[in-house]
C-alpha cells in the first residue's frame, strides 16, 4: 500500500474501530492503542488473497473486538498481580526503622522461625550476599517474586525480632 493509500484506508476505518474499542475499554488511550494496532495488523497482513470491502470491515471488526478483550484480561491480570504483591506501606516504614541492640545470634533464631520461602530468600541475601538475579536463577522464580518474597520476609524478620 501506498502512503496515500494507507491514509484512506486511516480515515475510512479508525473512528469505527476506535469507537468499537472504547465501547470494551472505557478508556481513550487503551481505544486508540488497540486501534492502531489493530489497523497495522491489517496493514502489515501477509495474507495476499484480496477481500471485499466488507470482508475488510468484518476482519477489522473482529481483530479490533478480540484484542480490546485481550487488553482488558491483561488488565485484570495486573491488577490482579500488584493486589497479591503489594506491601502495606506502614508495614515498610516500619520496618525500616532502626533496631539496637540485636546481635547476629538473634537475628538468625529469629530467620530459623520463619517460613521456607521467606527464610531461603532472606538468608540468600542478607547472609550470602546474592542479588535478585542470582537467586531467581538459583530457585527457578521470577526476579520480581524474588523481590516481593524478600520485602514481605524482612517485615515478618522485624516483627519476630521486636517481640
Not at 476505518?13 to 472504547?22: D, S
Not at 537467586?135 to 524474588?146: A, D, L, P
Request: proline share 4%; net charge negative.
Amino acid at each position: 500500500m501506498t502512503r496515500q493509500e494507507i491514509t484512506a484506508f486511516y480515515e475510512q476505518y479508525h473512528r469505527r474501530l476506535y469507537n468499537t474499542a472504547w465501547r470494551i475499554l472505557q478508556n481513550s488511550d487503551d481505544a486508540e492503542e488497540v486501534m492502531q494496532d489493530t489497523l497495522l495488523k491489517y496493514i502489515g497482513r501477509k495474507d495476499p488473497a484480496p477481500l471485499s470491502a466488507p470482508q475488510i470491515g468484518a476482519w477489522l471488526s473482529r481483530t479490533c473486538v478480540r484484542a480490546s478483550i485481550d487488553r482488558l484480561r491483561e488488565r485484570k491480570r495486573r491488577a490482579d498481580f500488584l493486589e497479591l504483591y503489594a506491601v502495606d506501606e506502614t508495614e515498610v516504614e516500619e520496618a525500616d526503622m532502626p533496631m539496637e541492640g540485636i546481635d547476629v545470634p538473634t537475628v538468625l533464631k529469629a530467620l530459623e522461625g520463619l517460613e521456607e520461602p521467606y527464610r531461603l530468600i532472606l538468608n540468600l541475601v542478607l547472609l550470602e550476599g546474592l542479588d535478585y538475579e542470582e537467586i531467581s536463577t538459583f530457585t527457578g522464580k521470577k526476579e520480581v517474586t524474588i523481590r516481593s518474597i524478600y520485602s514481605r520476609g524482612r517485615v515478618k524478620l522485624i516483627e519476630r525480632l521486636r517481640k
